[in-house]
C-alpha cells in the first residue's frame, strides 16, 4: 500500500496534536516521521511512530521541553535537551549549528539530556540543504559488546557525515555496528543467515546467525576493534564535552532516553564542487564486482528512493498504518 | 637490540641536518620519528626513516618549506604546506588548531599540499599533551577498492580521535582499511592466513590471504561498506574543504605526496573527567572473551610500550639500524 507524504505527514501531524505538541513542533516532527519514511528508512518513519508515542505517553518524551543554553565555550555552545523530543532538538541544534557557522565558518553545538533522533542522516541533510557541510553524532542504549568482550557494554552511537552538493548531497548516516538489530531481525523472520558476519558468539567467534546475536545481545562492531574504538570514542567526546549521560549511564537508567548528541556545522563559500565530482568519479570507475553493479556514494540511494516515492507514493506497513490511524479515533 | 630514546633521536636529526634541515626542524622531525619507535609504532618510527629520507633527495619532501596561510573563513584556516616535511606540517598544524582553540573553544585547520604524517596518532597525542580534545584525517593514495568494486579507489585515510586524561589520554588512530598492508605483509612473510578477511578476491569475496590481497591491492574497508562510506567521506571534506589533492590526484600523480589533511581542537575548560572514568570502567566491565583477557581503551597499549621501551631501551631492527647509521657515514 502507497500513500502520499501529505498524507503521512497529516496523520503524524493531528497525533501530535491532541499529544499536546504546539502546532509549530507537531509539523516539524511530524514532517520529519513523514521524510524519513519517504527516503526508505521506514524503520525510522512511520514503523517507529508508535514507539516515539509510547515515549511521549511514558513520560520519556517531554512535548513541552525546550532546549536550554547551559554553557558557552567560545563559540561552543552546550545546551540542556530538557528530554524532549529527539527529533525537534536535533533539528533546533543542527540549525544553530549552521547559523553559528555562517558567523564564524564553523559551528559546533552540544545537547545533554535529549532523545532519540531517529534518522542521524535527516540533520546530515538539514544542514546540506542550508548549504553547510556537517559531523554529528550521538550515543546511545548499550547493544555491542567492545572488542575482546562478550557483554554488551558500546551504543551503536551513528555517526552522520553531510557535504552539500548540487547533484544530490552526499551523507553517510552510519552506525558502528555492523548491522542493525532490525536489519538482523528480518533475516531471523525469514530464517536466513546474515551475508556477513553480525556480532560474536558465546566463545567470541564470528556468527552470521542472527538469532544468536540477537539472543546475546553481542552485535558485531564494524570493523572488529575499529569500530569497537570508534563506538567508544563518540561517547567519550559526547559525555565529555556535554557532561550529559553515557552510554553506562543510559542502559543504568534501563531505558534509552536522556542521551548526548553533537552537531558540527562548517559553512564554506569557497567548497570546491569540481573536486568533488572528481572524487565521485574516479571512485566510481572501479569495477563492479557484480555484472551490472554500480559503486554508490553515500547519500545516493536515499535520493533515488525519494524521488521514486515521491512520484510513486510512500510504501507503508499496513498493520503500522491502521495503528497509526487508530489513534485518531 | 634496544637503544635509547635519546641515541635513536640523535642518529635522525644528524641525517635531517645533513639533509639541510634547520636546527629546530630537525629537532623536530627526529623527536617524532623516534617517539614513534618509542611508541612501538616502528612501522612509522625507525622502519620508515629510509623512506623518508628518500623522499626528501627525490625532491617529494621540501625540507626548507614552510606553511602558508591561503584563507581564513571565520576561525578555519586553511594552509599550502607547499611539500614541507608532513610530520613538521602536521604538528603545526595541531599546534595551530590548539592555540585557536584556546580562544575560541575550537580550532579548524586544513592543509593542502602536504606530505605523509607517519602516526597519526602523534598529533593527538600532542593536542591532548595540550589539554585539548582533538579530530583530525588524512587522504593518501588509493589502495582499498570501494564496496562493490574490484578496483583501488579509496585511500585508507586515517582518523585519529584523542581526549586527554590524567592517567593516560585516549588517543583512537585508525586507518580505514581493516588490516595495513604492513601488518599484512607479516602475516604473508610468515606463511599465514589473516585471522579475519582483510582482503577482496577476484569474484570480491572476502579473503583471508594477504599475499592475494597484496597482489590484487584489495584491502578491505573496515566494516565493509561502512569504512568504504567513510574513507570517501574524510576525502571528500579534505578536498572540498581545502581544495588540495584528493586520493584521486595524488593516484593520479603516482606517488603519495601532496595530501591534505585537517585537525579540529576543542579547547573545553570544563571537561566532565569523572564521566570519562565512569566510561572506560563500564566498557571494561564486559567479561572477556579470553581467560586472562582485558578490554583495552584506545591508547592504552601505547602508553604501556611506552613505559616500557622508556625503562628498557627502544627494540630497533638491526637492518634499518645500520642503514641509518651508514647514512651518517
Given at each position: 500500500m502507497k500513500i502520499s507524504f501529505d498524507e503521512l505527514k497529516a496523520a503524524f501531524k493531528n497525533v501530535l496534536l491532541r499529544l499536546s505538541f504546539t502546532e509549530e513542533k507537531a509539523d516539524l516532527c511530524a514532517g520529519i516521521f513523514a521524510s524519513n519514511s519517504r527516503d526508505g528508512v521506514y524503520s525510522h518513519g512511520l514503523n517507529r511512530f508508535p514507539v516515539f508515542v509510547k515515549h511521549v505517553q511514558s513520560g520519556h518524551?517531554?512535548?513541552d521541553a525546550e532546549p536550554v543554553l547551559v554553557e558557552r565555550n567560545g563559540i561552543i555552545e552546550t545546551y540542556d535537551g530538557q528530554l524532549g523530543p529527539g527529533i525537534y532538538n536535533a533539528s533546533v541544534c543542527m540549525k544553530r549549528a549552521t547559523t553559528l557557522a555562517k558567523e564564524n565558518g564553523i559551528g559546533f553545538v552540544v545537547i545533554k539530556n535529549t532523545n532519540h533522533w531517529?534518522?542521524?542522516?535527516t540533520y546530515g541533510w538539514q544542514a546540506a540543504d542550508d548549504g553547510c557541510v556537517s559531523i554529528s553524532f550521538t550515543n546511545a542504549y548499550a547493544c555491542m559488546p567492545p572488542w575482546g568482550g562478550k557483554d554488551a557494554r558500546l551504543g551503536n552511537n551513528p555517526l552522520v557525515i553531510g557535504v552539500p552538493r548540487r547533484e544530490g548531497h552526499l551523507v553517510l548516516d552510519m552506525?558502528?555496528?555492523?548491522?542493525?538489530y532490525g536489519k538482523m531481525q528480518t533475516y531471523e523472520l525469514e530464517g536466513k543467515q546474515l551475508p556477513y558476519a553480525g556480532g560474536v558468539d558465546e566463545a567470541g567467534e564470528l556468527t552470521h546467525d542472527p538469532a544468536l546475536v540477537h539472543k546475546l545481545q553481542s552485535a558485531l562492531p564494524a570493523g572488529l576493534w575499529k569500530g569497537s574504538g570508534l563506538a567508544l570514542m563518540l561517547d567519550v567526546l559526547l559525555t565529555a564535552l556535554s557532561g550529559g549521560k553515557s552510554t553506562a549511564a543510559i542502559a543504568a537508567a534501563g531505558s534509552e532516553y536522556g542521551v548526548s548528541q553533537c552537531f558540527i556545522a562548517i559553512n564554506s563559500p569557497n567548497l570546491h564542487a569540481s573536486l568533488i565530482e572528481e572524487i565521485l568519479a574516479y571512485t566510481k570507475s572501479s569495477t563492479p564486482v557484480k555484472e551490472n553493479g554500480a559503486i554508490q556514494y553515500p547519500g545516493e540511494n536515499t535520493l533515488a528512493i525519494r524521488k521514486q516515492n515521491e512520484a510513486e507514493g510512500i510504501p507503508v506497513n499496513e498493520e503500522m498504518w491502521n495503528k497509526v490511524k487508530n489513534m485518531l479515533h
Open positions: 518524551i517531554k512535548p531517529m534518522r542521524g542522516g552506525a558502528m555496528s555492523q548491522y542493525s
